[in-house]
């Protein structure tokens, strides 16, 4: 009996279910959860990573593409602005390089000086009735710099232009634009009724408001002639220059002379370096 027993129990026990689960993902049974790796997957929130993007580009886990930092170049036709102490008040300059096309007829092969030693000055100033403007002169490059200054003066003072455009708007034709009271600087021309360069062909001459402030000769003869009516020089009109006030005073900072001033002729409308 002892015998029959002990192989009854062992056959129930050899019978009787597993309590062990197992891998296999066969039949009934219970899969076991398997263990995590060694490499744990985490949150992009729990670990922050700093990306450098442009703005329109969403942050992603990828590693960013190296930009390069702009390249900031100069060249000579590059604006530049000027007086920047001026900017509360509204004046504005730019100092630009010019191009035998941008001189157009105002200059030719032979003259003195090319369009490499020249430069475009475009600054703010008031017309007559005043507006701010913005005008264009072609003046030689040396003297640039010093002659934004001045307009900036001008500017301040409330001085007033009646315009300011490159001759070359007039055909190169001096007797034209004075005539129109432009104020111009650059033109590749001689000394009326010699062979001798203008101070103008060099770019180192201005005429300010030409029509109300003449070139009157020794003779009395008046350029343009429709300035006539402006050679009183204690008439009350605007955008006139007379011996000693603040134009002449801020060319003359400068370095600049005045034709009012010459003996003989009267160039009202003339400021040069040289004093010719």
Not at 224 to 229: R, V
Request: aromatic share 8%; proline share 7%; hydrophobic share 40%.
């Amino acid at each position: 009996m002892r015998v029959v027993a002990t192989a009854l129990v062992a056959l129930l026990a050899w019978c009787a279910p597993s309590s062990a689960t197992t891998t296999s993902g066969g039949g009934g049974e219970t899969p076991t959860t398997a263990a995590p790796t060694s490499t744990a997957v985490v949150s992009s929130t729990m670990i922050p990573t700093t990306v450098t993007e442009s703005p329109s580009t969403a942050t992603t886990g990828a590693t960013p593409e190296t930009t390069a930092a702009p390249v900031v170049t100069t060249s000579a036709a590059a604006p530049m602005t000027t007086q920047p102490g001026n900017q509360q008040s509204g004046f504005e300059s730019e100092i630009l390089a010019v191009t035998a096309d941008d001189l157009a007829v105002s200059w030719h092969t032979g003259c003195p000086v090319g369009p490499a030693d020249l430069r475009a000055i475009r600054v703010s100033h008031w017309d007559m009735s005043g507006t701010a403007r913005t005008g264009t002169l072609i003046v030689g490059s040396a003297y640039a710099g010093d002659l934004v200054a001045v307009f900036s003066d001008l500017f301040e003072a409330g001085f007033p232009i009646e315009r300011m455009e490159p001759v070359d708007r007039y055909g190169a034709d001096d007797d034209a634009s004075m005539a129109a009271n432009n104020t111009s600087a650059f033109n590749c021309r001689v000394v009326a009724g010699t062979s001798t360069w203008s101070e103008h062909a060099y770019g180192r001459a201005i005429d300010l408001n030409p029509l109300i402030n003449p070139y009157v000769l020794a003779n009395g003869s008046v350029f343009p002639p429709e300035g006539a009516d402006y050679v009183d020089r204690d008439a009350d009109v605007p955008g006139l220059i007379v011996a000693g006030d603040m134009v002449v005073q801020s060319f003359a900072r400068i370095g600049w002379s005045w034709g009012g001033n010459w003996s003989g002729s009267k160039d009202y409308q003339h400021f040069s370096a040289t004093g010719r």
